[in-house]
Nanobody, 123 residues
Framework: QVQLVESGGGLVQAGGSLRLSCTAS????????MGWFRQAPGKEREFVAT????????YYADSVKGRFTISREDAKNTVYLQMNSLKPEDTAVYYC????????????????WGQGTQVTVSS
């Protein structure tokens, strides 16, 4: 069982930056591939970025590629999402997720989820 807690959301102007953090409970964090997803009001939850168990492989949604960077720090049981050049369309609740066996963009294949953190980008 893994518990995930996101932090770092907030209100930022377009063009600004935020760094989200997701900290996991337990001592097996390195065994999980981690993902970030987001959900805007009235829309389905969508994939943002993912990082594999070693941290050596990452994958991004086209909408954030070149602007967002996912990374992990296993010693702190934490995965990060650095978000630069933010746009109003990035406004959403951002969730982190963990999977023991899956590395990819499919939301239904992740086993554990955090409660989410709100990111609002003003124009």
């Amino acid at each position: 069982q893994v518990q995930l807690v996101e932090s770092g959301g907030g209100l930022v102007q377009a063009g600004g930056s935020l760094r989200l953090s997701c900290t996991a409970s337990g001592r097996t964090f390195s065994r999980y591939a981690m993902g970030w997803f987001r959900q805007a009001p009235g829309k389905e939850r969508e994939f943002v970025a993912t990082i594999d168990w070693s941290g050596g492989n990452t994958y991004y949604a086209d909408s954030v590629k070149g602007r967002f960077t996912i990374s992990r720090e296993d010693a702190k049981n934490t995965v990060y999402l650095q978000m630069n050049s933010l746009k109003p369309e990035d406004t959403a609740v951002y969730y982190c997720a963990a999977s023991r066996v899956y590395f990819g963009y499919d939301v239904v294949k992740y086993d554990y989820w955090g409660q989410g953190t709100q990111v609002t980008v003003s124009s």
